[in-house]
């Protein structure tokens, strides 16, 4: 919380001095700069000042300034952050009716996610998320796809993840989906697994093609498995005493502002994904391997069912399901 006030005193002091806004929100992104959620953010960003006349100053603190997804969202909960673009799994620590999202296999295509983040499947996730933790879902980022990437090992198989430590995020569902793979989860804060990787602290992570660009993970490690395990959903999530002191029209310019962002960003990462897919490839070194992605999906199965079980969501797991017919 220290490094996020210290950063936040002096971005609204410079805020203060350059600009005549009735309002400035503060919006944390852990990814950096060139990456296509920070991208995203800035887009938001531009809209809502246009629109609003300069009645709001939006202030973006990419590539991990104000600290890791947790304390984003720890940040956004106070008040201390306005707005933050977030992992439904981090978000679970607040309500666990966003952890669905996160699961590995959850999604079938890109498709089958925006017909349920834009449909009433993502509303209603919204509006019980807002209800259980004073947070406001104002839309849906995401759209990439997933793969794993390793430094020393190609992974041709489910069975080359025995051993192997793996990169992930302070989340005991997906701590045990590493483990239901063969391999052990460590917990790294993202804007430090470059050096994880480099040092051997962790053997793998995963991630979208765009991090393994923008963020250089595959400098480090030049394997990357197509397990095309998630399709991204990272929600954009406001404090709601922040959007409530906006005027009525304001707060329309947000929540339309922040639709129309996270609809650039489906487009721009699905652009992307195919761009730095090659990109790996030809500029970085990268070996692909495509292992038989079946036995994946069977461990990852009772993952999802234990999950939606044990928080109660089983009836919105099946929703998600049936969604993709």
């Known amino acids: 919380m220290k490094k996020i006030l210290a950063v936040l005193s002096a971005g609204l002091l410079l805020t203060t001095a350059s600009y005549a806004a009735d309002f400035t929100l503060r919006l944390g992104v852990v990814t950096p700069t060139d990456h296509p959620h920070s991208i995203s953010a800035r887009e938001f960003e531009r809209l809502v000042e246009e629109r609003s006349g300069g009645r709001i100053d939006v202030a973006v603190f990419d590539n991990g300034t104000l600290g890791s997804n947790p304390e984003l969202l720890d940040g956004v909960k106070t008040g201390a952050i306005d707005i933050c673009i977030n992992t439904p799994g981090v978000m679970a620590e607040y309500s666990n009716v966003t952890g669905i999202l996160e699961l590995p296999y959850v999604f079938e295509s890109i498709d089958h996610m925006m017909a349920v983040t834009r449909g009433d499947i993502g509303a209603d996730i919204a509006a019980r998320y807002e209800a259980e933790t004073d947070m406001a879902i104002l839309s849906y980022f995401g759209g990439a796809e997933r793969n794993m990437i390793t430094r020393t090992k190609a992974i041709e198989s489910i069975d080359d993840l025995a051993g ?64 095309q395990h998630n399709v991204t959903v990272r929600p954009m999530v406001m404090n709601v005493a922040s959007l409530d002191r906006l005027p009525e029209d304001l707060q329309a310019i947000v929540r339309q502002a922040a639709i129309e962002a996270a609809d650039f960003d489906v487009a721009l990462e699905r652009e992307l994904d195919e761009k730095n897919k090659a990109l790996l490839e030809s500029e970085f070194g990268v070996t692909y391997t495509t292992p038989d992605k079946t036995p994946f999906i069977e461990r990852s199965v009772p993952v999802i069912e234990k999950f939606a079980s044990d928080e109660g969501v089983t009836e919105l797991a099946q929703q998600i399901r049936d969604a993709a017919k």
Do not use: H
């Open 164 to 227: 192997l430590k793996m990169r992930t995020w302070e989340w005991d569902v997906i701590l045990g989906w590493w483990s239901a793979m063969g391999a052990s989860g460590a917990v790294v804060a993202f804007p430090e697994t470059y050096s994880a990787l480099q040092t051997g602290v962790v053997d793998g992570a995963e991630n979208e093609y765009s991090t393994f660009t923008s963020a250089r993970w595959a400098e480090v490690a030049p394997y990357i498995a197509l397990t």
